[in-house]
Each structure stands twice: as structure tokens, then as C-alpha cells.
């Protein structure tokens, strides 16, 4: 199913299930795959989703269009990242788990960003929630990504130094570590 954005949805905050949700104003709710411990505190009043909320929307899902996702992966990966964007708390980055590349450059909000894992030459996809001068907050866009001390979930935010991101390229089957120091 495809959703898009309409003046009728509204944010709140669930006790119940300890997450910010979206109410669709079509008999659908989001819930955010963050826990409470994540988010800013203003998160637990309702508030109306604004015209900034829809237009970061459409910006995450222009790009996320782009990725090999059904309808309901891309619509769960673009509201996370809007969630991520407007209530989690800032995070430090753990860029220890991947390599630097050598086209640097300063990416967008929205943007699908690759990293190379350190030492194993395999190439994780995100989506940059926050885009940062030095760093950015990024969401996984893929399935799950091994850490060597912990597992990353589809939409699972971390922290990324932006010297360790390069433009998104759709994966073949060869090994894209052609830019890795």
C-alpha cells in the first residue's frame, strides 16, 4: 500500500507500547520501531504532522523509491527516518565499524549513503535521517548488518562519520570496494 502524507495525521505518543505513533487517519497506525529511552522528551504530547514533517516525507521517499523494497518496507524505512529526524536523541558516532572513502563529500537528508564494513570489504546501505557536517544519523535500509560485537535491524539508527560514506550504487554481484583506503 502506498501512503502519502494528509492534514488529518497526527503524532502521539503510546504508552502502551512505549513508541511514538502515527495515526493515518485512515483506520492505520505507525509505530516507530524506537523505545522511549531514544527519543527527546517533548515526544509524549500529540502533535499535528506539519507541512515540514510531509515535505522531509517526500524527500525520504524519493530516495528510498530507489532500493529494492516492497511498498510497506519502504513506507516502515521512510517513517522511521522521519521519526529519527524529528525525536531521537543525539547519538555519538561509532564509525570504528567501517572503513573511510577516499570521495568525501557532504551528504543530504534523505540521501542512501554506502559504508564498507572495516576488514571485510562488505557493503552495508542507509538512509541519512540527519544529515551533519562531521557526522550523520543514519537508519539501515537493508535487512540486518553483523557488527562484530552487535547486530543492526532494518531502520536501526547509528551515528556515522560522513569520511566513511560514499554516494549510494546499486549492488551487483562484485564487490564495490573499489574506493576504500
Known amino acids: 500500500m502506498i501512503i502519502k502524507p ?39 504530547d500529540e502533535m499535528p504532522f506539519s507541512i515540514e514533517d510531509a515535505a522531509e516525507f517526500y524527500i525520504f521517499d524519493e530516495q528510498a523509491k530507489k532500493l529494492n523494497l516492497s511498498h510497506e ?17 543525539p547519538q555519538m558516532p561509532k564509525s570504528w ?38 557526522a550523520s544519523l543514519c537508519l539501515l535500509a537493508e535487512a540486518q548488518l553483523e557488527l562484530p560485537d552487535r547486530k543492526l535491524r532494518f531502520c536501526d539508527p547509528i551515528k556515522i562519520m560522513n569520511d566513511r560514506m560514499r554516494q549510494y550504487k546499486r549492488k551487483s554481484n562484485r564487490l564495490l570496494y573499489e574506493n576504500v583506503i
Open 6 to 44: 494528509d492534514d488529518h495525521w497526527r503524532w502521539y505518543f503510546d504508552h502502551d507500547h512505549d513508541r511514538v505513533m502515527l495515526d493515518l487517519a485512515n483506520g492505520m497506525i505507525f509505530r516507530s520501531c524506537f523505545p522511549a529511552k531514544m527519543l527527546t522528551a517533548f515526544t509524549r
Open 73 to 89: 518496507e519502504r513506507a516502515e524505512l521512510v517513517l522511521n527516518s522521519l521519526v529519527a529526524f524529528r525525536f531521537l536523541k
Open 97 to 134: 565499524y567501517f572503513s573511510p572513502f577516499h570521495d568525501i563529500q557532504v551528504p543530504a537528508q534523505g540521501q542512501l549513503i554506502q559504508v564498507c564494513l572495516e576488514n571485510s570489504h562488505h557493503i552495508a546501505t542507509f538512509i541519512i535521517a540527519e544529515a551533519g557536517t562531521s
